[in-house]
């Protein structure tokens, strides 16, 4: 099992660039989640879903969006990036009885 | 607004030396606690849980709900142990609110 990845590692955008970051899990979880992480703030959580075809808003939702057509997929989209994204994002799934949550490696974002 | 607090951005110990890494939170109702460990170029992963009490890797970390925390602590510091190390609760719907996390430095 590959439990959870992300796909880029790494990206490098311009102001105004539009990209998606993709998270997939084989663990057949229902809810998936995606964090940025920043220094001295740990992580935070911008989107997060339910169930397939569900999603809501986390803590700072704010210029990104996300979708869930797939159970085993979680998209994250930033529709037309800051500087201020400039962050690592994780992607993490649990299941519905909740308890830990399982990590991707992380996506290294840099908007210029 | 539930809230976790690590007032550590930095420990520094040395290898052998009694390690205690301090959390605490704020949460109205039974809160459920976590230690996630990221280790450096690796994705965060779980350490412990408070409603397993066991302990992983030497580490064990006990929940004082009259202090309103969740300290790590560990006897003895190995240099593997450098990392940093964040305390976690969890919010209605599996939600995670992680506390800003500390970095451990076990020095040899």
């Known amino acids: 099992n590959a439990g959870v990845t992300q796909t880029p590692k790494f990206r490098v955008l311009k102001t105004g660039q539009s990209m998606t970051l993709l998270c997939a899990q084989d663990?057949?979880?229902?809810?998936m989640y995606w964090y940025r992480q920043d220094p001295g703030m740990g992580l935070r959580l911008i989107h997060y879903?339910?169930?397939?075809?569900?999603?809501a808003k986390g803590e700072v939702p704010d210029g990104y969006n996300v979708s869930r057509l797939k159970k085993q997929n979680f998209l994250l989209g930033l529709e037309s990036a800051a500087p201020s994204q400039t962050s690592v994002y994780f992607c993490?799934?649990?299941?519905?009885?909740?308890?830990?949550?399982?990590f991707g490696p992380g996506t290294r974002l840099t908007v210029l | 607004a539930q809230r976790v607090t690590q007032p550590e951005k930095l420990l520094s110990v040395f290898k052998g030396a009694p390690v205690e890494l301090k959390c605490n939170y704020s949460?109205?109702?039974?809160?459920?606690l976590f230690w996630y460990v990221q280790y450096s170029r690796q994705r965060l992963q779980l350490l412990l849980r408070?409603?397993s009490r066991e302990s992983i890797k030497g580490f064990t970390a006990d929940l004082n709900k009259g202090e309103t925390s969740f300290h790590l602590k560990k006897p003895f510091a190995q240099e593997e142990d450098s990392a940093m190390y964040y305390c976690?609760?969890?919010?209605?719907?599996?939600?995670?609110?992680f506390g800003a996390g500390t970095i451990l430095r076990v020095k040899s």
């Open positions: 976690a609760l969890v919010e209605y719907g599996n939600k995670l609110v």
């Open positions: 949460y109205s109702g039974s809160p459920e």
């Open positions: 408070h409603i």
């Open positions: 993490a799934s649990s299941s519905v009885t909740g308890g830990s949550q399982f």
């Open positions: 879903s339910v169930g397939e075809g569900t999603t």
């Open positions: 663990m057949n979880h229902e809810y």
